[in-house]
């Protein structure tokens, strides 16, 4: 069974506090996305990786950085959390190049205080 | 500009009828998926549209995609309580470097 693993369900955070999800793909799948969902936003694409140690920015990469060391594995790091950064942080993957389905993971639902 | 377009927002049905979801978007694809979301949690595959005039059914649930209309359709057959939810769709476009573009979602609320 395809599985995208979230390290984190819920966080709970401070302002300014350095923040890391953690997103792990057994499915060798080339591509990996950090989304965030908000209320009457719909998704929104933060970061997209095509290959390790590529990241490639999105919509709204502002305030967050990723990294990519292995194939299986995409990180998605807020440098100091902000207040406006409280969200529902979804992950997904997809085999490379074709636009094939997106798995998604569980979700992290980050509050910053 | 790569534009999806869901309606309706929200659509509150009663058990028993029958409803169509459409999603329509501004570029040529043959790719197009539909996902469930319940409350909290995250999002489901239900169906993956590969090909004009592409047919999905499941259970109450049949999608369908015409790419000439730059279309697809969610339709729901005699709805319950269960299929209450919020349903995406998102259509591929493998040479951009987002891939994906998703449709603002629809909220749906299966009354008894």
């Given amino acids: 069974d395809v599985k995208v693993t979230q390290s984190s369900r819920y966080l709970v955070k401070r302002t300014g506090e350095k923040v890391f999800l953690e997103c792990v793909q057994d499915m060798d799948h080339e591509n990996m996305f950090w989304y965030r969902q908000d209320p009457g936003l719909g998704l929104r694409l933060i970061y997209f990786s095509y290959d390790v140690k590529m990241k490639e920015k999105g919509d709204i990469p502002e305030g967050y950085s990723v990294s990519r060391e292995k194939k299986e594995r995409f990180s998605l790091i807020l440098e100091s959390a902000s207040t406006n950064q409280t969200s529902m942080y979804l992950c997904a993957s997809s085999l490379g190049g074709s636009a094939g389905e997106l798995f998604f993971g569980e979700g992290s639902r980050l509050t910053v205080l | ?112």
């Avoid at chain 2, 869901?6 to 694809?29: A, D, H, R, V, W």
């Fill in chain 2, 1 to 112: 500009e790569l534009k999806v377009e869901q309606n309706p927002l929200f659509l509150s049905m009663q058990e028993g009828k029958n409803y169509t979801i459409y999603c329509n978007y501004s570029t040529t694809s043959d790719r197009l998926y539909w996902y469930r979301q319940d409350p909290g949690k995250s999002l489901e595959s239900l169906f993956v549209l590969l090909s004009n005039g592409a047919v999905k059914q499941e259970g109450r649930l049949m999608a369908s995609l015409d790419t000439k209309a730059r279309l697809s359709t969610l339709h729901i057959t005699a709805a319950v309580h269960d299929l209450s939810a919020t349903y995406f769709c998102a259509v591929g476009y493998p040479h951009t470097g987002n891939q994906f573009y998703f449709g603002t979602g629809t909220s749906l609320t299966v009354i008894p």
